[in-house]
Every structure is written in C-alpha cells, then in structure tokens.
C-alpha cells in the first residue's frame, strides 16, 4: 500500500485535483489527449465548484508525488446547484461561448463549453431522504489499495456529521463492476434514466447513526459513532466492506461513462462519473438525441458524471 493520506482539500490543491479529472476524463481514462487546448474544461465543472462550495465535503488523496486522487460531495444537491447557477456558471458562459456549429462535430472542449451553458441538472427521489451527493476519481498509480473504499468513508461521515440522511451518485448502465461495489457498499438502486446500453443509473445511501459510545467504548473519530448502512451492519463493518479486488475492481470502471462516480448532474460527458462521482449531466440536446453527443467521449464527471465513483 502506498503512503498516500486523505486529508480535506485547500485552495492551493486547485490544480492538482483539475489534473485528476483531466487524467480520468475518457470514461475513467487518460482524458489529456481530448483536452489539449484547454486541460481544464472537465474540472470547471465537476472539481471547481466543490472545492469553492463545499470545503468541507471535498477530500483529497496525496501521495509522494503529489494529488492523487479526490473524493467531492455536496450536502444538499439543490442548494449546491443553485450556488453553482448564481456564482460558478457565469462566469464560464462569459469566458467560454457556447459551440455553434453542429454538435456532431464538436470537440470534447466544445462539448464541455455547452455544458456550461447547458446544464441540467437532475436530483433523484425521494430527494428528502438522498439529498447530497458525491463522485471520486483516483490516478491509476493508486488503483487496488483501498484508497477509493476509505475516501468514501471520510466523505460519507463527513455528511453524516453535519446531519445528511443519506446521498446518491449517477453512473453509466455498462458500469457493472462499479454497481457491483456500490452496492456492497450499501447503496441501492433508485432509478434508471435512458436505455439498457446508454443510460445511466442513480443509486443512493442512507446514513445511520450508531448510538454514541459509552463509557466502555469510542466510536471511531474521537469518540463519534460510526456510520453503517443495513448492508455494513450485517457484514460487520463500516461503509467499505468490499475486498481489495472488488474495490480495485470499481476503482478503474467507477467513472461515469467512465463513470467517476459520477455526480448527480445529467451532463452527458460520458467520461467522468465514477464512484464518488459525479452525476450525469445531460444537455437539452442530448437528452432529445436519447444518448452523449460522440460515444466514446465526453467526459462524465457529472457531466454523465465525471467523477470516478471508484472504489478501491
């Protein structure tokens, strides 16, 4: 296992945390060859925000060699995605002009840029019991050591900690192994959007708080009870009762069409969104053509989530 720490993000993380989104853009792969005249697109959306919105959701994994990793949530989608309409999005339409010509020529920049412009974002319900969300995306060099599985952990206790019920994330239909994992986890099935083989699938958790502890006991973290879920709780343990092989497993499909997890948003990237993930993003445009603008791009983040809901 390598020494990598998860700790809470801080500004000066902003770039490299866009370059983990950048290197996980291609449905959980290398993105950067996509990207190349402007490396950043992805991570306006799906990295940018959490960072400036919710600090103290937004967890990052270091290693020797830098930012590895990330795992991003929001506490309550809807505020979250309000705040990104009145000060993050604004700004990204006056800096970058929506594409123009056909959207079947598009670029994968391009294809970011009209998701500035047109988001959409999309909540699953009962929204009461899920209403914050999350998506991770981790470098391949951390694959398979149980990074994604206890960066989860930190996110999800941290939601729970300031009172969330519970959260959900979005992720590719083809995204098997990363079901697989979520649902291990403790998150069921919600709700399905698209067809059997384009569309996306949105799964929720909800947190359960263990009585405090005793004199005979702490919980984890000082003193705090632990989060399990009804599944964790019969297996015995908290949250990432997966095994390295299943989380590695979910640690490289997790992206959204990748599936990263993959936030919540519909955004249509088909790239990112993966276990932490960010939720799909569909644009007006793409939702009506029933499907991502070039298959075999765009990048998911929530944008069909970027994310990396990964596990591992």
Request: charged share 25%.
């Amino acid at each position: 296992m390598s020494g990598a720490i998860i700790r809470l993000a801080e500004p000066a993380d902003g770039p490299g945390a866009y370059y983990v989104c950048l290197k996980t853009g291609d449905h959980g792969a290398d993105g950067e060859p996509f990207y190349r005249e402007d490396p950043d697109a992805l991570g306006r959306i799906f990295v940018g925000p959490y960072l400036a919105f919710e600090p103290l959701h937004s967890f990052v994994l270091e290693d020797g060699e830098g930012i590895c990793g990330y795992a991003l949530g929001a506490f309550d989608s809807r505020a979250f995605y309000a705040r990104y309409e009145a000060e993050w999005r604004p700004d990204l339409c006056a800096r970058y002009p929506a594409p123009q010509e056909d959207p079947q020529r598009w670029t994968r920049v391009e294809q970011a840029y009209s998701w500035y412009h047109h988001p959409d974002y999309f909540c699953p319900e009962p929204y009461e019991a899920y209403p914050s969300h999350l998506h991770i995306d981790l470098l391949p060099r951390v694959h398979g050591q149980g990074h994604g599985r206890r960066m989860l952990e930190r996110l999800m206790d941290s939601l729970r900690e300031r009172g969330s019920p519970g959260a959900h994330l979005g992720m590719s239909v083809r995204n098997t192994r990363a079901y697989g994992f979520y649902m291990r986890l403790g998150f069921r099935e919600l709700v399905r959007d698209g067809t059997d083989t384009d569309g996306s699938i949105y799964m929720g958790i909800a947190f359960e708080r263990r009585k405090p502890a005793t004199e005979g006991g702490h919980g984890r973290g000082g003193g705090h009870g632990e989060v399990h879920t009804t599944e964790t709780r019969r297996r015995g343990g908290t949250f990432g009762v997966a095994g390295m092989e299943e989380a590695e497993d979910a640690e490289k499909g997790t992206s959204q069409r990748r599936g990263g997890t993959e936030t919540p948003w519909r955004c249509s990237h088909g790239v990112h969104g993966g276990a932490g993930g960010h939720g799909e993003v569909h644009t007006t445009e793409t939702r009506r053509r029933g499907g991502d603008r070039e298959e075999g791009d765009m990048h998911g983040g929530t944008a069909r989530g970027h994310g990396g809901s990964g596990g591992g």
